[in-house]
């Protein structure tokens, strides 16, 4: 993660997301470099597209011109980009983040995190989905002394901005009252079984990196995935749809090579997988441009050019009226 010349990845990741540089050293980074130690290629690439939230989005292949259309195809309502992800209130987005938040919570209990210490970390995952300020935590959660000390955590971790919470940026103050939670417990409970994890921090970053792209690949499964009922996946259904706009084109509207196009693509239309479906679509498109740039250059070569050649005429000094 650190580099040995110019500024550290952490302070350019950091920047890059928009968290208050002055805050940078709020965050646990010995546990989230552990956190990412830990992990063989595979998953450390992976974890490397979450955190440096390179997935690809329908607005991220809007702009590499891959794709149709940046609309989520989940709600056709909004643009997707990553924070569309997490925030796109469609049933199906909504199960999904369902899904992962119950994931994470109970990998939280299996690890004997307390009670606070889960609902604070579950309403900082809400507040991004449903993209609203968190509540400060509950009066009821313990003696004096733990309250004092969760609200410590929390307004920590809320001098970081909230929606970076769910990639893993977690304030050090957690372990540290995770420990004193333990301790506590320990000590009313001699007998417990409930031991005092050093690794708990790096676990809670690492299922935090879960949480996200558990968030992530439901997503794109139920992008690409046929609807039983549809036979259809919404992603081919909204590449057919885009197609079958060129095709209701009239015929005198289109170029040659387009008709020949417009042709096949039609009769093959039905049996089409989506990889062909794309790369039809962006030629249905190119031909589309081509055409309509012939044309324009037709009526430039057809009548265009003569108020230009009529202003630079040569005219005789009589016709000016001498
Ligand atoms: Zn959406």
């Known amino acids: 993660m650190l580099q040995r010349h110019g500024p550290t990845m952490e302070n350019r990741l950091f920047t890059k997301l928009g968290a208050p540089a002055k805050y940078h050293h709020i965050i646990d980074w010995e546990h989230f470099k552990i956190a990412l130690k830990k992990q063989n290629p595979v998953q450390r690439a992976r974890t490397t597209k979450t955190i440096h939230q390179l997935w690809p989005t329908a607005s991220v292949m809007e702009d590499r ?4 259309t940046n609309i989520c195809l989940r709600c056709h309502q909004k643009s997707e980009t990553i924070a569309h992800v997490y925030q796109c ?3 199906m987005a909504k199960s999904a983040f369902r899904t992962a938040l119950n994931q994470f919570r109970k990998k939280l209990q299996k690890m004997h995190t307390s009670g606070p210490i889960i609902q604070i970390f579950t309403e900082f995952l809400l507040v991004h989905h449903q993209n609203r300020t968190p509540k400060a935590p509950a ?7 733990s309250i004092q000390y969760v609200r410590m955590a929390f307004e920590h971790q809320m001098l970081l901005r ?11 103050k957690w372990g540290h009252l995770h420990k004193m939670f333990l301790d506590n417990h320990k000590k009313l409970d001699p007998e417990s079984n409930k031991f005092n994890d050093p690794q708990w921090s790096t676990k809670v970053i690492q299922a935090l990196w879960h949480f996200s792209q558990s968030v992530w690949s439901q997503r794109s499964s139920q992008i690409h995935k046929k609807d039983p009922e549809l036979e ?5 259904g909204e590449l057919r749809s885009s197609i079958q706009s060129y095709l209701r084109l009239p015929r ?3 170029s040659r090579n387009e008709k020949a196009l417009h042709l096949n693509v039609s009769k093959h239309l039905k049996k089409a997988f989506p990889t062909t479906l794309a790369r039809w679509l962006k030629l249905l498109a190119e031909e589309r441009e081509l055409t309509i740039r012939s044309k324009r250059n037709d009526r430039i070569a057809s009548g265009g050019l003569q ?3 009529k202003f630079f005429r040569w005219r005789a000094p009589s016709e000016k009226g001498n």
């Open 65 to 68: 011109q891959e794709g149709r």
């Open 89 to 91: 209130q469609s049933r």
């Open 139 to 145: 009066h009821n959660i313990g003696n004096k002394k």
């Open 162 to 172: 909230v929606n970076i919470f769910h990639l893993g940026y977690i304030s050090f």
């Open 232 to 236: 259809e996946s919404l992603f081919s």
């Open 252 to 254: 005198d509207t289109l």
């Open 307 to 309: 108020p230009l050649t």
